[in-house]
């Protein structure tokens, strides 16, 4: 084994589509934290070993290599129990840095007789990569927004835009609805490496000389932030402001935001939050719809007293030029699709 050509690859773009399977061998929380698209977290080492091992190295580095050795050959047999992919499958395996996690399940698989690759540098290469290409690569792509105050359907629109034409859901991807109660209930937020990842494998498959549709976002999207350089562009192409009548935003935010009401609790936690930025007299009128739960009168004052006084402040209200305004006489899907086919967003 000793004598044994370990075939390592550099990290490109195509490697995603070259692999049939890719290989995750660090830790969960690592995994977690962020990966390679479409790969798969076997790992040789847990948690709470590779924390363990880590201590024991600090004091005697041979001794925490050969307990580490140990551990990593049980995990490896788990992970060969589990294998279900044919040899002949293109795999790709990978840890922090293309050191010995990945070579440890590379040799035994090779040994067997997988077509398996490990991927030089590991995840910081692939790391490396997806910066570099968000901060000059993905500027490049023409941008175009879609505009609106709140409750105007933007989300549902982009949706169904997505199903004809190219379109990121920030939002979607963020897991969260942008707003100050844009927290999704049972859904957390991935982190921004992730976040970043995920917008990375959106623009990998797109073509760059086509026009791509976003929201016209604030940068921030709950804890996280859409990356400076795309924000900065996101105006710069066209940008279509959807309206509509105050009565159809309320029904609309009361079916986007129905777990609130099908839960008060939630929404008596969120209150919580807006009562300290919105005015004293304004919240106890909130507050009065909540206690009566009179919830469309609650959303009508929650647009009037804070969305749409906050919304006057973002950059697509005060700073981006508007080159369509289409208007929704009812915020439904039907409606929306009409809008779509009759409108060209090429």
């Given amino acids: 084994m000793s004598n044994m050509r370990i075939n390592k690859v550099t990290f490109k773009d195509k490697i995603l589509d070259d692999y049939n399977v890719i290989i ?93 690759n490990v991927l030089e540098g590991g995840y910081k290469s692939y790391r490396k990569f997806v910066v570099n290409f968000l901060e000059k690569n ?4 023409k941008y175009n927004q879609i505009m609106g105050i709140t409750g105007v359907g933007k989300t549902l629109f982009l949706k169904e835009l997505s199903k004809r034409y190219q379109v990121i859901d920030f939002e979607g991807l963020a897991k969260h609805k942008g707003s100050i109660l844009g927290n999704i209930p049972n ?40 990356p400076s350089l795309i924000w900065k562009n996101m105006p710069n192409g066209k940008n279509i402001k959807l309206v509509s009548d105050l009565d159809e935003r309320v029904k609309y935010i009361l079916k986007d935001y129905k777990y609130f009401i099908s839960n008060p609790n939630l929404l008596k936690d969120a209150l919580r939050v807006l009562k300290q930025i919105i005015p004293k007299d304004n919240f106890k009128e909130i507050e009065m719809y909540f206690i009566k739960r009179n919830y469309y009168e609650l959303v009508k004052s929650l647009i009037i007293h804070h969305y749409d006084r906050v919304y006057k402040k973002t950059r697509a209200e005060s700073q981006s030029p508007i080159h369509a305004e289409i208007e929704l006489e009812r915020i439904s899907l039907g409606n929306i699709k009409k809008i779509i086919n009759s409108y060209n967003f090429h």
């Fill in 24 to 116: 995750d061998v660090r830790t969960p929380l690592e995994f977690k934290e962020d990966h390679l698209p479409n790969s798969t977290n076997f790992p040789v080492l847990t948690n709470n070993q590779r924390h363990k091992i880590g201590i024991q190295y600090k004091e005697n580095s041979f001794l925490a290599k050969k307990k580490g050795a140990q551990i990593i050959s049980s995990n490896i047999s788990k992970i060969i129990s589990k294998i279900n992919f044919d040899k002949n499958e293109n795999v790709l395996i990978y840890c922090w840095r293309g050191g010995l996690r990945s070579l440890s399940l590379y040799l035994v698989l090779k040994q067997i007789g997988y077509n398996v």
């Fill in 138 to 141: 993905a500027p490049k792509y």
């Fill in 187 to 226: 859904q957390n937020q991935p982190t921004q490496k992730f976040f970043e990842t995920l917008i990375y494998k959106k623009l990998r498959n797109f073509d760059i000389k086509k026009k791509l549709w976003v929201e016209a976002e604030s940068i921030k999207v709950g804890k996280l932030n859409i």
